[in-house]
């Protein structure tokens, strides 16, 4: 195994990260026809503080996972851990979703991150963005009781989300407590193992505000094409945030691609129809999409140059 560490690192470096680009490259190609014909109509401004929320999301997915190291007693240096990170989470758009998690081994196991805390530590990552994801959503939840369509859509899922989720969290703790600390019981792993209560606070706290800031960013996008308002900015955010949150479930269930659109579509078309909704989930993916690839390149320039130096 230790003979093949060498091959599966280089695999799982620019070899997979040229192919990420590649398939970013292809659905931006793919989807530019579709909505190059309503640039005229986006309001910049509102599109400009989208993108900077969103880098602000990005780094505060970075900064949560120093905080799940830290919390294991990990030191990482904190702009190493910010660009290896994002590096690493590039690899989530070549297609099968295990890539990006093999990366974040082969990233911080070089920054002397022992790969089995690395392990351990994805874990607490999927249980905090479940959370925090799920905690904001539940702002949300009159304006899906108020649609009988995506009412039925969203309840029919429930028993099916909350079973997966629930084996998840069983098995993370069935895993930490069999591997990592025997002495542990199982209900206290089964959320955030091996954490303080004080730590479990915080992290999720720091999770929920994350995608606060994500479900706002693409408020913002809205706002840029179909114009702003004070009364649906909650209620839009959580559900943006809502719409992330099934489709980050659908990496456990076989729910297809596009599952967010899906659920963006469903839930925006009785307010502004189907062809704008439609419209709004391909460029709000766009958007999603160019903001990430930004904010990698101003990492990468900010090492280039703290290299030169």
């Known amino acids: 195994m230790n003979r093949l560490l060498p091959y599966i690192k280089l695999l799982i470096g620019w070899p997979l990260s040229t192919i990420a680009i590649l398939f970013i490259t292809k659905f931006l190609l793919d989807n530019y026809s579709r909505i190059s014909g309503r640039f005229g109509e986006i309001k910049i401004e509102f599109l400009f503080l989208s993108i900077l929320l969103f880098f602000l999301y990005y780094f505060l997915r970075g900064f949560l996972w120093k905080q799940i190291l830290e919390s294991k007693e990990q030191k990482v240096n904190f702009f190493e851990n910010l660009y290896r990170y994002e590096i690493s989470e590039l690899k989530r758009f070549v297609p099968g979703n295990i890539w990006s998690f093999l990366s974040r081994g082969v990233q911080f196991s070089e920054l002397g991150v022992d790969k089995k805390i690395v392990g351990v530590s994805i874990l607490m ?16 939840f009159p304006l899906i009781l108020n649609d009988a369509v995506l009412r039925e859509k ?126 709004f989930a391909i460029f709000s993916r766009v958007v999603l999409i160019i903001s990430e690839l930004s904010y990698l390149l101003l990492l990468l320039l900010i090492k280039i140059i703290f290299r030169l130096r």
């Not at 990552?125 to 949300?140: A, K, N």
């Not at 542990?184 to 091996?194: A, Q, V």
């Not at 505000?209 to 959580?238: K, P, Q, R, W």
């Not at 307010?271 to 419209?279: L, Q």
Request: charge should be positive; glycine fraction near 8%; charged fraction near 10%.
């Open 125 to 140: 990552e999927i249980q905090l963005v479940l959370s925090g994801s799920f905690l904001f959503s539940l702002l949300c």
């Open 154 to 279: 969203i309840i029919a899922l429930i028993p099916l989300s909350l079973t997966v989720a629930a084996i998840f969290f069983i098995a993370t703790a069935y895993l930490y407590h069999k591997k990592y600390d025997k002495n542990m019981t199982l209900i206290k792993s089964i959320y955030l193992p091996g954490v303080s209560i004080a730590s479990k606070i915080k992290l999720t706290l720091i999770s929920t505000f994350t995608f606060i800031i994500f479900g706002l960013a693409n408020y913002l996008i809205y706002a840029s094409s179909f114009g702003f308002s004070i009364e649906n900015l909650i209620y839009l955010s959580s559900f943006f945030t809502f719409a992330l949150l099934v489709g980050y479930l659908s990496f456990f269930t076989p729910m297809g691609l596009g599952v967010r659109e899906g659920v963006i579509i469903l839930g925006l078309s009785k307010g502004i129809g189907t062809i704008n909704s439609s419209f």
